[in-house]
């Protein structure tokens, strides 16, 4: 079995209530570890309030093959966005 | 810059390539990021590896020579902020390893082609400092040489890479001040002081010019490197503006840079200044330089004595997760 220490993804929480956002990633023997280091290689500066660590191995991500079939659908369904509807400046803000 | 003399490919022209290779020069070309999953030359993947990896090594071995004067700082303040400082190389080094390590690298393997002194770090980590003052010139010249470099590459091709450079940028510039404001302190100081600042800037400004690597008549690498963008701009180009920054910091400090040629153009809007010893560089770079052997020695070292400690933390972690769960303990 490889001693190499396992590869985590880091997520820090910063100051103003957003979602954790991925910031990188770092080697750890475990999950305690991982928070550890995290602290050190990713707020030096303040930068969060809280970390979540996850085993990059038990991350499942999509394909970029795939990129196609998932996204395209979106680009034709500009309805969904609130300028494709016009609204007469009379009716205000809206 | 970090990263000098980086074995790129032969570049190809736009009929030797195949389809894909087309394709994903056309994505490059368009500013698109190019991520981890995602088709690459070959020889993009192998460039990257060898740039980034030298890369990280050199923070990791940049620690050195200031690690050098942590328990030597003339004051508290200026031992924690030199602390702050080398903890910084070190989270920058991770960056990078982190990165480098999503074209199909393990770590072990980087740290093992450094210490088989098969991958290379900056030549200017092979330079002794000798004072507290090269803690100012270290922090104003060096880092600003690779402020310089990195600045343009937070635009790189590649996405992790790309996302590594901009963290480290954002912190760099705290390296850069932090060793002008020793520099001015001394400059200002006694006249033996003022003597040890110019002193440091006499010994670390060739070094430092050397860092941006070889002139670009003799630099065969940039080409290939250039079109995948993962080189943003010439050797030479950056050593210019690198000189045109830093000669009015030097006046300021009333220090007088090491170079009798040193002449403003007014014609190219720069100052003319004399080449470092490119045959030093070279020997240097073959393993040559004060401090090859100290540097490299000191590395292997914290990674053979730390051997038992890394390895008795995997030990401590698979039996604390077979306590947990029985079943997961193979």
Known sequence: MSKEWPLWEIFIRGQHGLNHRHVGSLHAPDAEMAVLNARDVYTRRNEGVSIWVVRSADITASSPSEKGPLFEPANSKVYRHPTFFDIPDEVGHM | ?330
């Open chain 2, 1 to 330: 810059m970090y990263a000098q003399m980086v074995k790129s490919e032969g570049m190809k022209s736009r009929d030797e390539m195949s389809a894909e290779e087309q394709a994903f020069q056309d994505r490059i070309d368009r500013g698109e990021k190019i991520e981890p999953k995602e088709w690459m030359p070959e020889g993009y993947r192998k460039t990257l590896i060898r740039q980034i990896g030298q890369h990280a090594h050199s923070e990791i071995v940049g620690q050195l020579p200031e690690g050098n004067w942590i328990t030597r700082a003339p004051t508290l303040e200026r031992k924690a902020i030199l602390l702050a400082k080398v903890q910084d190389e070190a989270g920058h080094g991770l960056y990078l390893y982190s990165a480098c390590e999503t074209l199909g690298v393990t770590r072990d393997e980087l740290m093992e082609l450094l210490h088989a002194g098969k991958m290379k770090y900056s030549s200017i980590f092979n330079y002794p400092t000798l004072t507290w003052a090269d803690m100012g010139a270290v922090g104003w010249l060096v880092d600003g040489a690779a402020i310089m470099n990195q600045v343009p590459l937070q635009r790189t091709s590649y996405g992790p890479y790309s996302r590594a450079m901009i963290r480290i940028c954002k912190e760099e510039s705290f390296h850069q001040r932090q060793g002008y404001a020793i520099m001015m302190k001394m400059a200002s100081g006694t006249p033996a002081q003022k003597k040890m600042a110019q002193d440091a800037l006499n010994r670390l400004w060739y070094p430092s010019l050397m860092m941006f690597g070889p002139s670009d008549k003799d630099s065969v690498h940039s080409a290939q490197s250039m079109s995948w963008k993962i080189k943003m701009n010439s050797n030479d180009e950056l050593r210019q503006k690198f000189v045109d920054q830093t000669v009015p910091q030097a006046e300021y400090l009333g220090l007088t840079v090491p170079d009798p040629a040193l002449k403003w153009n007014e014609d190219k809007g720069g100052y003319d200044f004399s080449e470092p010893d490119w045959s030093e560089f070279y020997d240097v770079l073959a393993g040559n330089g004060p401090c090859n052997k100290d540097r490299l020695g000191a590395r292997v070292k914290a990674w053979e004595d730390g051997a038992w400690f890394r390895d008795g933390l995997v030990a401590h972690a698979r039996k604390a997760a077979a306590r947990r769960t029985p079943a997961a303990a193979e």
